[in-house]
Protein backbone atom coordinates (compact mmCIF):
# COMPACT_ATOMS: atom_id res chain seq x y z
CA UNK A 1 0.00 0.00 0.00
CA UNK A 2 1.07 3.60 -0.43
CA UNK A 3 2.46 4.79 2.71
CA UNK A 4 1.82 8.56 4.04
CA UNK A 5 4.90 10.25 4.76
CA UNK A 6 6.57 10.02 8.68
CA UNK A 7 6.69 13.07 10.57
CA UNK A 8 8.78 11.79 13.89
CA UNK A 9 12.23 10.36 14.20
CA UNK A 10 12.91 8.54 17.25
CA UNK A 11 16.63 8.09 17.39
CA UNK A 12 18.06 5.53 19.86
CA UNK A 13 21.81 6.98 19.87
CA UNK A 14 23.07 4.35 22.70
CA UNK A 15 21.58 1.70 24.48
CA UNK A 16 24.23 2.75 27.13
CA UNK A 17 22.37 3.79 30.58
CA UNK A 18 23.58 4.56 33.82
CA UNK A 19 20.09 4.15 34.99
CA UNK A 20 18.34 0.58 35.46
CA UNK A 21 14.24 1.52 35.29
CA UNK A 22 12.29 -1.92 35.90
CA UNK A 23 10.04 -0.30 33.02
CA UNK A 24 12.37 0.45 30.69
CA UNK A 25 11.04 0.17 27.46
CA UNK A 26 14.62 -1.25 25.48
CA UNK A 27 14.51 -4.72 24.35
CA UNK A 28 15.90 -7.47 26.75
CA UNK A 29 19.39 -8.00 24.78
CA UNK A 30 20.74 -4.49 23.90
CA UNK A 31 22.78 -3.36 21.01
CA UNK A 32 26.71 -3.26 21.50
CA UNK A 33 28.42 0.16 21.66
CA UNK A 34 30.98 -0.61 18.82
CA UNK A 35 28.22 -1.29 16.62
CA UNK A 36 26.55 1.98 17.06
CA UNK A 37 26.19 4.32 14.26
CA UNK A 38 28.55 7.61 14.11
CA UNK A 39 27.90 11.02 13.55
CA UNK A 40 28.76 10.73 10.13
CA UNK A 41 26.00 8.36 9.44
CA UNK A 42 23.18 10.03 11.78
CA UNK A 43 23.85 13.10 10.23
CA UNK A 44 23.18 11.33 6.56
CA UNK A 45 19.91 9.60 8.62
CA UNK A 46 18.46 13.30 9.29
CA UNK A 47 19.33 14.47 5.79
CA UNK A 48 17.14 11.52 4.38
CA UNK A 49 14.72 11.87 7.24
CA UNK A 50 14.09 15.59 6.26
CA UNK A 51 13.82 15.22 2.21
CA UNK A 52 11.21 12.58 3.70
CA UNK A 53 9.14 15.02 5.01
CA UNK A 54 10.14 14.18 8.46
CA UNK A 55 9.64 17.86 10.90
CA UNK A 56 11.06 16.44 14.49
CA UNK A 57 13.71 14.42 15.92
CA UNK A 58 13.62 12.85 19.36
CA UNK A 59 17.20 11.78 20.57
CA UNK A 60 16.84 9.10 22.89
CA UNK A 61 18.87 5.97 24.30
CA UNK A 62 19.04 4.32 26.66
CA UNK A 63 20.75 8.00 28.02
CA UNK A 64 22.35 9.85 24.79
CA UNK A 65 24.74 11.81 27.17
CA UNK A 66 26.76 8.46 26.64
CA UNK A 67 27.96 9.49 23.64
CA UNK A 68 30.73 12.16 23.78
CA UNK A 69 29.55 13.12 20.03
CA UNK A 70 26.10 14.06 21.48
CA UNK A 71 27.05 18.09 20.29
CA UNK A 72 27.95 17.55 16.92
CA UNK A 73 24.57 15.20 16.46
CA UNK A 74 22.82 17.56 17.55
CA UNK A 75 23.99 19.98 15.28
CA UNK A 76 23.37 17.76 12.56
CA UNK A 77 19.84 17.20 13.02
CA UNK A 78 19.47 21.03 13.86
CA UNK A 79 21.13 21.74 10.59
CA UNK A 80 19.27 19.32 8.70
CA UNK A 81 16.33 21.57 9.56
CA UNK A 82 14.44 18.96 12.33
CA UNK A 83 13.19 20.03 15.58
CA UNK A 84 15.12 18.90 18.06
CA UNK A 85 14.16 16.53 21.28
CA UNK A 86 16.69 15.58 23.78
CA UNK A 87 15.16 12.73 25.62
CA UNK A 88 17.80 12.15 28.84
CA UNK A 89 17.79 10.88 32.17
CA UNK A 90 19.71 13.91 32.55
CA UNK A 91 22.87 11.72 34.28
CA UNK A 92 25.67 12.29 32.14
CA UNK A 93 24.71 16.50 31.76
CA UNK A 94 25.20 19.18 33.44
CA UNK A 95 24.53 23.28 33.00
CA UNK A 96 28.07 23.35 30.90
CA UNK A 97 27.37 21.24 28.57
CA UNK A 98 23.56 22.43 28.40
CA UNK A 99 24.38 25.37 26.95
CA UNK A 100 26.95 23.86 23.91
CA UNK A 101 23.87 21.61 23.18
CA UNK A 102 21.60 24.90 22.55
CA UNK A 103 23.65 26.58 20.82
CA UNK A 104 24.22 23.26 18.15
CA UNK A 105 20.44 23.90 18.17
CA UNK A 106 18.60 21.72 21.06
CA UNK A 107 15.08 23.25 21.08
CA UNK A 108 13.30 21.15 23.64
CA UNK A 109 14.11 18.62 26.45
CA UNK A 110 12.47 15.65 28.06
CA UNK A 111 13.43 14.82 31.90
CA UNK A 112 12.58 11.84 33.30
CA UNK A 113 10.88 11.84 36.43
CA UNK A 114 10.83 8.61 38.83
CA UNK A 115 8.99 9.99 41.52
CA UNK A 116 8.92 13.19 44.06
CA UNK A 117 10.22 11.49 47.21
CA UNK A 118 14.23 11.03 46.28
CA UNK A 119 14.76 7.88 48.44
CA UNK A 120 11.78 6.16 46.18
CA UNK A 121 12.57 7.70 43.11
CA UNK A 122 16.10 6.63 43.29
CA UNK A 123 15.16 3.25 44.42
CA UNK A 124 12.64 2.97 40.89
CA UNK A 125 15.87 4.36 38.99
CA UNK A 126 18.36 1.72 40.18
CA UNK A 127 20.35 4.97 40.69
CA UNK A 128 21.54 6.65 44.31
CA UNK A 129 21.40 10.43 43.77
CA UNK A 130 19.64 10.36 40.47
CA UNK A 131 16.67 12.61 41.62
CA UNK A 132 18.49 15.45 43.07
CA UNK A 133 20.65 15.34 39.54
CA UNK A 134 17.55 15.41 37.75
CA UNK A 135 15.89 18.42 39.07
CA UNK A 136 18.85 20.49 38.93
CA UNK A 137 19.13 19.98 35.68
CA UNK A 138 15.73 20.43 34.86
CA UNK A 139 16.42 23.76 36.49
CA UNK A 140 19.13 24.51 33.68
CA UNK A 141 16.88 23.97 31.21
CA UNK A 142 14.32 26.48 31.75
CA UNK A 143 16.69 28.55 33.55
CA UNK A 144 18.38 28.63 29.57
CA UNK A 145 15.23 29.84 28.29
CA UNK A 146 14.66 26.25 26.61
CA UNK A 147 11.29 24.23 26.53
CA UNK A 148 10.65 21.46 29.00
CA UNK A 149 8.80 18.27 29.07
CA UNK A 150 8.99 16.43 32.38
CA UNK A 151 7.97 12.67 31.49
CA UNK A 152 6.69 10.48 35.08
CA UNK A 153 6.46 6.73 33.86
CA UNK A 154 3.55 6.07 36.19
CA UNK A 155 3.25 2.41 38.60
CA UNK A 156 1.82 1.28 41.58
CA UNK A 157 4.76 2.94 43.46
CA UNK A 158 4.04 6.52 42.58
CA UNK A 159 0.64 6.34 40.90
CA UNK A 160 -0.78 7.57 44.51
CA UNK A 161 1.49 10.80 43.64
CA UNK A 162 0.12 12.11 40.79
CA UNK A 163 -0.53 15.60 42.62
CA UNK A 164 2.94 16.00 43.97
CA UNK A 165 4.50 14.83 40.30
CA UNK A 166 2.52 17.41 38.74
CA UNK A 167 3.02 20.16 40.86
CA UNK A 168 6.58 19.30 40.72
CA UNK A 169 6.81 19.66 36.79
CA UNK A 170 4.83 23.14 36.95
CA UNK A 171 7.77 24.39 39.83
CA UNK A 172 9.93 23.56 37.50
CA UNK A 173 8.89 25.60 34.78
CA UNK A 174 7.84 22.65 32.74
CA UNK A 175 5.79 23.34 29.98
CA UNK A 176 3.78 19.66 29.55
CA UNK A 177 3.89 16.84 31.69
CA UNK A 178 3.31 13.53 30.33
CA UNK A 179 1.92 10.95 33.03
CA UNK A 180 3.19 7.45 30.74
CA UNK A 181 1.67 4.65 32.81
CA UNK A 182 4.37 1.33 32.72
CA UNK A 183 3.93 -0.29 29.18
CA UNK A 184 4.03 -4.16 29.96
CA UNK A 185 6.65 -5.87 27.68
CA UNK A 186 10.47 -6.13 27.77
CA UNK A 187 11.61 -5.17 31.42
CA UNK A 188 8.18 -3.98 32.59
CA UNK A 189 6.78 -7.50 31.58
CA UNK A 190 9.53 -9.06 33.53
CA UNK A 191 8.88 -6.89 36.32
CA UNK A 192 4.57 -6.88 35.99
CA UNK A 193 3.95 -7.54 39.02
CA UNK A 194 5.61 -5.21 41.28
CA UNK A 195 4.54 -2.10 38.86
CA UNK A 196 0.87 -2.98 38.36
CA UNK A 197 -1.53 -0.43 40.19
CA UNK A 198 -5.04 -1.59 41.27
CA UNK A 199 -7.80 -0.66 39.69
CA UNK A 200 -8.98 1.60 42.94
CA UNK A 201 -5.58 3.00 42.24
CA UNK A 202 -6.18 3.65 38.52
CA UNK A 203 -9.68 4.88 39.11
CA UNK A 204 -8.65 7.89 41.74
CA UNK A 205 -5.41 8.74 39.49
CA UNK A 206 -8.02 9.39 36.52
CA UNK A 207 -10.23 11.24 39.30
CA UNK A 208 -7.26 13.16 40.37
CA UNK A 209 -6.16 13.78 36.62
CA UNK A 210 -9.30 15.84 35.98
CA UNK A 211 -8.84 17.97 38.83
CA UNK A 212 -5.31 18.61 37.91
CA UNK A 213 -6.06 19.49 34.18
CA UNK A 214 -8.65 21.83 35.37
CA UNK A 215 -6.16 23.50 37.79
CA UNK A 216 -3.60 23.84 35.43
CA UNK A 217 -5.64 24.65 31.94
CA UNK A 218 -3.48 27.14 30.07
CA UNK A 219 -0.45 27.04 31.86
CA UNK A 220 0.66 23.68 31.79
CA UNK A 221 -0.64 20.55 29.46
CA UNK A 222 -0.98 17.73 30.75
CA UNK A 223 -1.27 14.11 28.66
CA UNK A 224 -2.36 11.03 29.67
CA UNK A 225 -4.31 8.05 28.52
CA UNK A 226 -5.75 4.99 30.74
CA UNK A 227 -3.20 1.89 31.04
CA UNK A 228 -4.12 0.03 28.59
CA UNK A 229 -4.58 -3.41 31.08
CA UNK A 230 -7.45 -1.24 32.14
CA UNK A 231 -8.85 0.36 29.13
CA UNK A 232 -11.92 -0.64 26.95
CA UNK A 233 -10.60 0.90 23.47
CA UNK A 234 -7.37 0.42 22.10
CA UNK A 235 -4.79 2.99 21.31
CA UNK A 236 -3.50 3.52 17.75
CA UNK A 237 0.17 2.48 18.08
CA UNK A 238 2.52 5.16 17.28
CA UNK A 239 -0.59 6.41 15.59
CA UNK A 240 -1.20 3.65 13.08
CA UNK A 241 1.75 1.15 12.49
CA UNK A 242 4.61 2.64 9.83
CA UNK A 243 1.97 5.73 9.33
CA UNK A 244 3.59 9.00 11.42
CA UNK A 245 6.68 7.65 12.82
CA UNK A 246 10.16 5.65 12.32
CA UNK A 247 12.75 4.42 15.19
CA UNK A 248 16.03 3.80 14.39
CA UNK A 249 18.51 1.72 17.06
CA UNK A 250 22.00 2.55 17.49
CA UNK A 251 22.93 0.09 14.88
CA UNK A 252 20.96 1.40 12.09
CA UNK A 253 18.11 -0.81 12.19
CA UNK A 254 14.58 0.76 11.06
CA UNK A 255 12.07 -0.45 13.63
CA UNK A 256 8.09 0.69 13.34
CA UNK A 257 7.77 1.04 16.76
CA UNK A 258 10.59 1.03 19.60
CA UNK A 259 9.48 -2.37 21.11
CA UNK A 260 9.12 -4.26 17.25
CA UNK A 261 12.10 -6.18 17.61
CA UNK A 262 9.69 -8.17 19.97
CA UNK A 263 8.02 -9.41 17.20
CA UNK A 264 9.24 -12.53 16.23
CA UNK A 265 9.67 -13.41 11.85
CA UNK A 266 10.17 -9.44 11.38
CA UNK A 267 13.07 -8.61 8.99
CA UNK A 268 14.65 -4.87 10.13
CA UNK A 269 16.27 -3.60 7.37
CA UNK A 270 19.62 -0.90 8.48
CA UNK A 271 20.42 2.30 6.93
CA UNK A 272 23.42 0.86 6.63
CA UNK A 273 22.37 -0.90 3.67
CA UNK A 274 19.45 0.97 2.59
CA UNK A 275 17.94 4.43 2.20
CA UNK A 276 15.48 5.25 4.66
CA UNK A 277 13.01 6.32 2.26
CA UNK A 278 13.31 2.47 0.57
CA UNK A 279 13.15 1.20 4.00
CA UNK A 280 10.12 3.25 4.96
CA UNK A 281 8.22 2.26 2.07
CA UNK A 282 8.93 -1.21 1.04
CA UNK A 283 10.33 -3.19 4.37
CA UNK A 284 8.54 -5.84 5.24
CA UNK A 285 8.62 -4.81 8.47
CA UNK A 286 6.69 -1.92 7.93
CA UNK A 287 4.00 -3.53 5.66
CA UNK A 288 3.18 -6.28 7.99
CA UNK A 289 0.90 -4.17 9.66
CA UNK A 290 0.21 -1.05 7.55
CA UNK A 291 -3.24 -0.54 7.02
CA UNK A 292 -6.03 -2.60 7.32
CA UNK A 293 -5.56 -5.45 5.18
CA UNK A 294 -3.66 -8.00 7.46
CA UNK A 295 -6.50 -7.41 10.08
CA UNK A 296 -8.44 -10.70 11.30
CA UNK A 297 -11.68 -10.51 13.07
CA UNK A 298 -13.27 -8.40 14.56
CA UNK A 299 -10.84 -5.74 13.64
CA UNK A 300 -11.50 -6.54 10.05
CA UNK A 301 -14.97 -5.36 10.19
CA UNK A 302 -14.68 -2.84 13.41
CA UNK A 303 -15.73 0.90 12.26
CA UNK A 304 -13.00 2.07 14.44
CA UNK A 305 -10.32 -0.01 12.71
CA UNK A 306 -8.83 3.22 10.56
CA UNK A 307 -8.62 5.28 13.95
CA UNK A 308 -7.13 2.37 16.47
CA UNK A 309 -5.51 0.36 13.86
CA UNK A 310 -6.02 -3.01 15.89
CA UNK A 311 -4.34 -1.24 18.77
CA UNK A 312 -0.56 -2.47 19.69
CA UNK A 313 0.75 -5.43 17.95
CA UNK A 314 3.54 -6.18 21.08
CA UNK A 315 0.92 -6.73 23.77
CA UNK A 316 -1.20 -8.34 20.67
CA UNK A 317 2.22 -11.03 20.81
CA UNK A 318 2.26 -10.49 24.55
CA UNK A 319 -0.69 -11.14 25.74
CA UNK A 320 -2.73 -13.14 22.27
CA UNK A 321 0.62 -14.98 21.77
CA UNK A 322 -0.26 -13.38 17.85
CA UNK A 323 1.21 -10.17 16.44
CA UNK A 324 -2.15 -10.07 14.32
CA UNK A 325 -4.51 -10.60 17.06
CA UNK A 326 -7.12 -7.44 18.11
CA UNK A 327 -5.16 -5.80 21.12
CA UNK A 328 -6.55 -7.49 24.33
CA UNK A 329 -7.21 -4.11 25.77
CA UNK A 330 -10.07 -3.72 23.58
CA UNK A 331 -13.11 -4.55 24.90
CA UNK A 332 -14.26 -6.71 21.65
CA UNK A 333 -11.28 -8.80 21.70
CA UNK A 334 -11.89 -12.49 22.67
CA UNK A 335 -9.19 -11.98 25.35
CA UNK A 336 -9.93 -8.97 26.66
CA UNK A 337 -10.92 -10.78 30.02
CA UNK A 338 -7.43 -12.43 30.14
CA UNK A 339 -5.73 -8.80 30.10
CA UNK A 340 -8.37 -7.92 32.80
CA UNK A 341 -7.47 -10.83 34.72
CA UNK A 342 -4.09 -10.62 34.69
CA UNK A 343 -3.94 -6.75 35.67
CA UNK A 344 -6.19 -8.18 38.75
CA UNK A 345 -3.13 -10.88 39.45
CA UNK A 346 -0.70 -8.83 39.02
CA UNK A 347 -1.83 -6.09 41.33
CA UNK A 348 -2.94 -8.79 44.30
CA UNK A 349 0.56 -10.08 43.76
CA UNK A 350 2.10 -6.77 45.76
CA UNK A 351 5.52 -7.32 44.91
CA UNK A 352 8.11 -5.38 45.94
CA UNK A 353 11.53 -6.49 44.51
CA UNK A 354 12.56 -5.26 41.14
CA UNK A 355 14.41 -7.00 38.86
CA UNK A 356 17.32 -4.30 37.50
CA UNK A 357 19.08 -4.96 34.28
CA UNK A 358 21.97 -6.62 35.43
CA UNK A 359 23.43 -4.70 38.05
CA UNK A 360 22.42 -3.73 41.53
CA UNK A 361 21.96 0.13 42.88
CA UNK A 362 24.70 2.23 41.32
CA UNK A 363 25.75 4.48 44.36
CA UNK A 364 27.44 8.29 44.23
CA UNK A 365 29.16 7.72 40.69
CA UNK A 366 30.31 10.41 38.17
CA UNK A 367 28.25 10.91 35.28
CA UNK A 368 29.04 7.88 32.35
CA UNK A 369 30.36 9.56 29.00
CA UNK A 370 32.02 7.53 27.07
Not at 144 to 159: D, E, S, Y
Not at 228 to 256: E, F, H, Q
Not at 299 to 318: K, M, N, V
Request: proline fraction near 5%; glycine fraction near 8%.
Amino acid sequence: MNAPAPLGLLAELTHRCPLACPYCSNPLKLEDRADELDTTGWADVFRQAVAMGVLQVHLSGGEPASRRDLIEITRAASDAGLYTNLITSAIGLDADRLGRLKTAGLDHVQVSIQDTDPTGSDRIAGYDGAHGRKLAFAEAVTGLGMALTINAVIHRANIDHLTTLVDLAASLGAGRVEIAHAQYYGWALRNRDALMPTRAQIDRAMQELDRLQARYAGRLAIDSVLPDYYARRPKPCMGGWGRRSLNITPSGLVLPCHAAQTIPGLAFWSVRDRSLADIWTHSPAFEAFRGTAWMKEPCRSCEFRELDFGGCRCQALAIAGDAAATDPSCDLSPLHGRIQALAQQAAAEQATEYAYRGRPMRTGVAPIVS
